[in-house]
């Protein structure tokens, strides 16, 4: 059940990083019209239509995560504790930590994207740095779940 649960976090996770990474870089680097090639289409999406879904996708991710980190907290930090592998749980700290601040961000994120569309700076700064909480929880959770798989 772990097992599976933790797959479905990590599936979670990798369609919320695709849609926020996709968001991101077309709200900071916007297409201009007469642009052509794979990297000009990729900019011109519009970066409002991926808000419902990187709302939905991150709840989902910080739920199922909420759920697999009673078995992180049970059967995985006490072993990195008693080698004294302390990097390992710095990182999956860290990575609370981000999720934490970006659920908490959440509301203004959608709030720039739905209710205030023309406050770009808003809508940037929102997109940037829960851009940045998603890769470091993505990239701190692999970390984690690597060191652990080599104890």
């Known amino acids: 059940m772990t097992v599976t649960l933790l797959i479905l976090h990590g599936i979670f996770a990798f369609l919320l990083l695709g849609a926020i990474t996709h968001q991101a870089v077309t709200s900071v680097w916007p297409r201009k019209p007469a642009e052509q090639g794979f990297i000009a289409v990729y900019r011109g999406v519009h970066g409002h239509s991926y808000t419902n879904a990187v709302l939905i996708l991150f709840i989902i991710t910080f739920i199922l995560g909420g759920y697999v980190y009673i078995f992180y907290r049970i059967e995985v930090r006490p072993p990195l504790e008693a080698l004294l592998d302390l990097v390992p749980i710095g990182v999956f700290e860290l990575k609370e930590h981000f999720a934490a601040i970006a659920l908490g961000m959440l509301p203004a994120y959608w709030y ?37 798989g080599l104890l």
Do not use: D, I, Q
């Open 112 to 148: 720039y994207w739905k209710r205030k569309p023309e406050n770009k700076m808003g809508r940037v700064g929102t997109t940037l740095v829960l851009a940045f909480a998603v890769w470091s929880a993505f990239v701190g959770g692999h970390f984690v779940n690597n060191v652990r």
